[in-house]
């Protein structure tokens, strides 16, 4: 076991009562210990201190040798004020009330009160330290001043420059923690004011965050904007599936749709952050395209029918077929439990073992780099952070998986890593990258097979890999004794199979990190693509794969097709092997939650709940399963894809009913090896890493 750091402590004292500190601790911070509050505007407990709005006002005194007592002549900022030996500080002297009363006065001078229409009413900082810390009355009856009203910054953010209290918080975030520097002060004095480099749109990835950390209503979202108060909304803790990293969030929802999405803390996960692709791009399931009742298709038009016509007509369609003739493609953003019924039914009851998840242009086998890698272990996303080196090879992090970018860049930011980066375009990882090795595309392989010779001490191919992948041999070179001096970990996601030699790219990446005593994690994109990994939703012995399953509805070996949570038009490349093939599926069931071209083609379409509409588990890209509690109730008589198909199964095969997800979760423990330890009892606190 490695040996626990030594923190130095330093004795203080709070209010006269003693206490024990890290050395350095902000006073901010060290208050919290004995459940006492210093009121703040613009410290955040993740990103530096600037003492900018001074509400943390508090007294300190240090003791004399003679006994005495000396105070300091004037009140310091506590989000700045590091704990020392011997300090004594007040949080709830006469003097402070005053100051904060006065801090409070000179913020509220130019602050419009427009509390009953801002956003932020009800739920406002600014509205709870002025009630709890500020002055009883006004003294100003002077006109405030007045600025344009509902600017947009972006699509998703609108700025409201009248509140603005110039905490920079918003600044501090984009240059801190995403990175992108997008926003900083223009002017000074009381014309200072947040804005974008010449006014353009405020487009990073990570925008929406700068809305939950204004601590007014200076900047709000576009999309929540005047459509609901904080007391009309019901809130609920959910999982994000709009990518694989699995980002714990708040959703609010009002007459069962989803106004607001906010980051939930998950200190292993995503902190507290979101990226806005998950803050966002839930408002999608409030379409008015969503499925809502069983179809059945009639000549040339599908007809609403009950779910028990639904049944008995898929049972019609598979009449007379055999396992060969079957076949499933389910989605990576389906929860566990409706992967393992499904591969309950198709393998185990229909006994098909044409079965696949994935709908990349290239697809391992299981026994290829890639299949192995898939349910291989993967370092924890939280683990980034104690890190020296790390490399990213192959993808573009932001985009990909944009809360580990946040991990990674917050390793360089704060504790000094020393990034490298290995891709065949620009990414956002180059702004901070130690390392930049840019290589032309199709050679990733190349690249790869130099950087391990290197590391293992022979470099007499650098010349060679320097013509071929056009990155200069000295930044090899010098990646690679970083890499191995380091052992730094490598980060490369699924997306890699679908560029040229990427199989042998993962088998060179391999090699390096066992050179460089470190580990190779080859990340998933989708919400669930780990878990059907994991469960191996993947074509038995002779079954087929995705393309193969195509190809077999074209020829007409494949008679049934099932596609659950899956739109091949939009996810599949071949666009008219597509359409050939639902063309030429004597019989196609298509479950699903919104309507798309998949739709037309289909004999039979289920309607599926939404991921705020179920209860199940998601796998994210670290291998951790978390629960994801139903958050509203679904529209129509839309079902979770595990019930569904739960009830067709004993309609086939009659068995022991599963009544609930929980039990689901029970049977796929009971029959899927990673799975062993896991169940929705351990699943209740951040979620559980398989073994």
Request: some cysteine.
């Amino acid at each position: 076991m490695a040996a626990v750091a030594d923190v130095q402590t330093v004795n203080i004292s709070i209010n006269d009562i003693p206490l024990q500190v890290p050395k350095g601790e902000m006073i901010v911070e060290s208050v919290k210990r004995l459940g006492l509050e210093i009121p703040i505007f613009c410290y955040h407990p993740r990103m530096k201190p600037v003492g900018m709005c001074r509400m943390c006002l508090v007294e300190c005194a240090f003791k004399m040798p003679d006994g005495s007592v000396r105070k300091m002549p004037k009140p310091q900022a506590g989000c700045t004020l590091p704990a020392s030996e011997g300090l004594m500080v007040y949080t709830d002297t006469e003097a402070i009330h005053k100051d904060r009363k006065g801090v409070l006065e000179f913020l509220l001078i130019n602050h419009p009160l427009d509390c009953p229409i801002c956003d932020r009413g009800g739920e406002c900082p600014l509205q709870n330290n002025t009630l709890a810390y500020g002055p009883s009355t006004s003294r100003f009856v002077e006109l405030k001043r007045h600025a344009p009203k509902a600017f947009p910054l972006s699509q998703y953010v609108t700025l409201d420059l009248e509140r603005c209290i110039q905490c920079g918080r918003c600044v501090r975030f984009t240059e801190e923690i995403s990175g992108d520097s997008q926003l900083a002060f223009r002017f000074r004095g009381g014309r200072m004011q947040p804005s974008t480099f010449e006014m353009r749109d405020f487009d990073s990835k990570f925008s929406g965050n700068v809305i939950e950390i204004c601590p007014v209503g200076a900047l709000t979202s576009t999309k929540y904007r005047f459509r609901a108060r904080p007391w009309d909304l019901q809130t609920r803790p959910a999982t994000c599936t709009l990518c694989s990293n699995g980002c714990s969030v708040h959703m609010d929802y009002r007459a069962d749709e989803i106004v607001r999405i906010n980051g939930r803390t998950n200190e292993a996960v995503n902190e507290e952050w979101t990226c806005d692709r998950g803050k966002f791009g839930h408002y999608k399931f409030n379409s008015d395209k969503r499925l809502k009742l069983p179809h059945v298709r009639n000549t040339n038009s599908l007809s609403p029918v009950s779910w028990a016509e639904a049944y008995a007509s898929i049972l019609g369609g598979l009449d007379g077929l055999k396992g060969p003739e079957i076949a499933v493609i389910a989605g990576g953003t389906r929860t566990n439990e409706d992967l393992f019924t499904l591969k309950h039914l198709f393998h185990d009851t229909l006994k098909s073992a044409n079965m696949d998840y994935r709908v990349s242009a290239n697809l391992a086998t299981p026994d290829s780099p890639f299949g192995v890698a898939a349910t291989a272990t993967k370092l924890p996303i939280a683990s980034y952070e104690s890190k020296k080196a790390i490399l990213v090879f192959g993808t573009s992090l932001a985009d990909e998986e944009p809360i580990l970018f946040l991990r990674v860049r917050k390793a360089w930011f704060k504790y000094g890593a020393k990034v490298v980066v290995a891709t065949d375009v620009p990414t956002d990882v180059d702004s901070f990258a130690h390392v930049i090795l840019r290589y032309r595309p199709g050679t990733g392989d190349i690249l790869a097979a130099g950087l391990a010779s290197v590391a293992a001490g022979d470099a007499s191919a650098l010349s060679t890999v320097e013509a071929a992948t056009g990155v200069r041999a000295t930044d090899i070179a010098s990646a690679a004794a970083i890499l191995k001096e380091n052992a730094a970990p490598i980060i490369a996601t699924s997306s890699l199979i679908d560029q040229q030699g990427g199989a042998e790219a993962l088998t060179q990446l391999n090699a390096l990190a066992a050179i460089s005593g470190s580990i190779c994690s080859v990340y998933s994109t989708t919400a669930n693509e780990q878990g059907a990994a994991e469960l191996g939703f993947l074509p038995g012995k002779g079954g087929r794969n995705t393309y193969e399953i195509l190809q077999g509805c074209v020829n007409g070996e494949i008679k049934f097709l099932w596609l659950a949570g899956v739109d091949l038009f939009a996810e599949y490349a071949d666009q008219k092997l597509v359409e050939a093939a639902l063309e030429n599926v004597e019989f196609l069931v298509v479950q699903d939650v919104l309507q798309s071209e998949t739709v037309g083609y289909a004999s039979v379409v289920l309607p599926a709940t939404a991921p705020s509409e179920a209860d199940g588990s998601y796998t994210n890209l670290e291998r951790r399963v978390q629960r994801s509690k139903p958050v509203m109730s679904a529209p129509g008589e839309s079902k979770p894809v595990w019930r569904a198909v739960a009830e067709l199964s004993l309609r086939i095969k009659p068995e022991a009913p599963l009544f609930n997800a929980g039990e689901v979760m029970d049977r796929i423990a009971a029959k899927t090896p990673a799975f062993a330890n896991v169940a929705y009892a351990t699943l209740e606190d951040g979620g559980q890493i398989l073994e």
